[in-house]
């Protein structure tokens, strides 16, 4: 009885060599549209969670930076010897009479202790307005000016003790996530997270 020939046939070799061909082959044209697809989806769903991460953070740093220059206006007052005042400016030079801190600040030497800066009166910082949509209010007391007298006092321009809170907020109707700039009356200041109903 003669046993058949163990060697492969021709048609199963053909079929092997395609299998492999098909297992090394690129992505089709529906494939890579498909993969682009998924991609952009998860791209659109990544920026869509990265955004209020990215406007917290930068309403937190910009709260900060304020909070710095008043600890930089009562410590030079203390070195200088004289009042120093942080006020509203949208210039970088001169204090504004209205309009809030969201418009930028200066500090400088208020030798005359009125809360507007004179040409003679150094300038010691000068910062720029805030980023758009981002809003700096502050209460009746501070609501354009924070003035330190060298023994490291808040005082508004009468000589009487000055406090109260600057908020700052992400402009909108809705209910969003703020800081509270808080100066009480022997002039130290520190930032309270706070919830408004709305802002501005």
Same mark, same amino acid.
């Given at each position: ?22 297992? =090394?082959? *690129?992505?089709? !044209? ?5 993969? #682009? ?5 998860? &791209?659109? @769903? /990544? ?63 208020? =030798?005359? *202790?009125?809360? !507007? ?5 150094? #300038? ?5 307005? &805030?980023? @758009? /949509? ?19 006092r808040s005082l ?38 706070a919830t408004l109903?709305?802002? *501005?």
């Amino acid at each position: 009885m003669q046993h058949g020939d163990p060697s492969p046939s021709k048609a199963q070799t053909a079929s092997a060599q395609r299998r492999r061909r098909g297992s =090394t082959r *690129g992505l089709s !044209l529906l494939e890579l549209v498909l993969a #682009l697809g998924l991609f952009s989806v998860l &791209l659109t @769903l /990544g920026a869509r969670t990265w955004t209020p991460l990215r406007q917290k953070y930068q309403l937190q740093a910009q709260a900060q930076d304020l909070l710095s220059t008043l600890s930089l206006a009562r410590s030079e007052a203390q070195k200088r010897g004289t009042r120093v005042t942080a006020c509203v400016s949208d210039d970088g030079v001169r204090c504004q009479s209205q309009g809030h801190w969201t418009q930028g600040w200066i500090v400088f030497e208020d =030798t005359d *202790g009125n809360a !507007l800066r004179a040409d003679a009166e150094t #300038l010691i910082q000068a910062h720029a307005a &805030l980023p @758009l /949509g981002l809003l700096a209010i502050g209460n009746s007391s501070v609501v354009r000016y924070v003035s330190y007298a060298p023994n490291s006092r808040s005082l508004l321009v009468s000589g009487a003790p000055q406090a109260g809170t600057i908020t700052m907020c992400r402009a909108s109707t809705q209910s969003n996530s703020a800081w509270g700039l808080a100066i009480n009356f022997v002039g130290n200041a520190h930032l309270e997270a706070a919830t408004l109903a709305s802002c *501005g």
